[in-house]
């Protein structure tokens, strides 16, 4: 009976351990691999995503900024494209009709 017990015990310790040792690792990798959002001139980092419409069952159009220019990207099934890119201070929205976007290069992946 001695020997049940302590194979349970160590078997316990040994599962106590493992699953510690898991949590400390989901931890660091969570915190490594969080975004850290810096302030000033080079801090906006992150892609944002703004808006997106669905074309079909694989396509979509979608609107991205990232360093405070927008892209308009079409995404399928086989790749992503630039359809419309507007430089930074420029309003996609409500462009004027002197300020169109750039077109981008199609074949941009």
């Known amino acids: 009976m001695e020997s049940f017990a302590l194979s349970f ?8 351990v493992v699953l510690a040792l898991a ?3 989901l931890r660091l990798l969570r915190s490594r691999l969080q975004p850290r959002g810096k302030h000033g001139p080079e ?7 703004v808006r997106a419409l669905q074309l079909g069952a ?12 927008r892209w308009m990207l079409g995404v399928t ?9 507007w ?3 420029a309003n996609a929205s409500a462009a ?8 981008g290069d199609a074949g941009c992946s």
């Open 9 to 16: 015990a160590s078997m316990v310790l040994a599962l106590a």
């Open 96 to 103: 004027p009709s002197g300020s169109a976007p750039t077109r």
């Open 43 to 49: 801090g906006d980092e992150m892609l944002r995503y």
């Open 23 to 25: 949590w400390v690792v």
């Open 58 to 69: 694989k396509e979509r159009v979608v609107l991205v900024e990232h360093r405070g220019e």
């Open 77 to 85: 099934a086989g790749g992503i494209s630039t359809l419309a890119h």
């Open 87 to 89: 430089p930074k201070g």
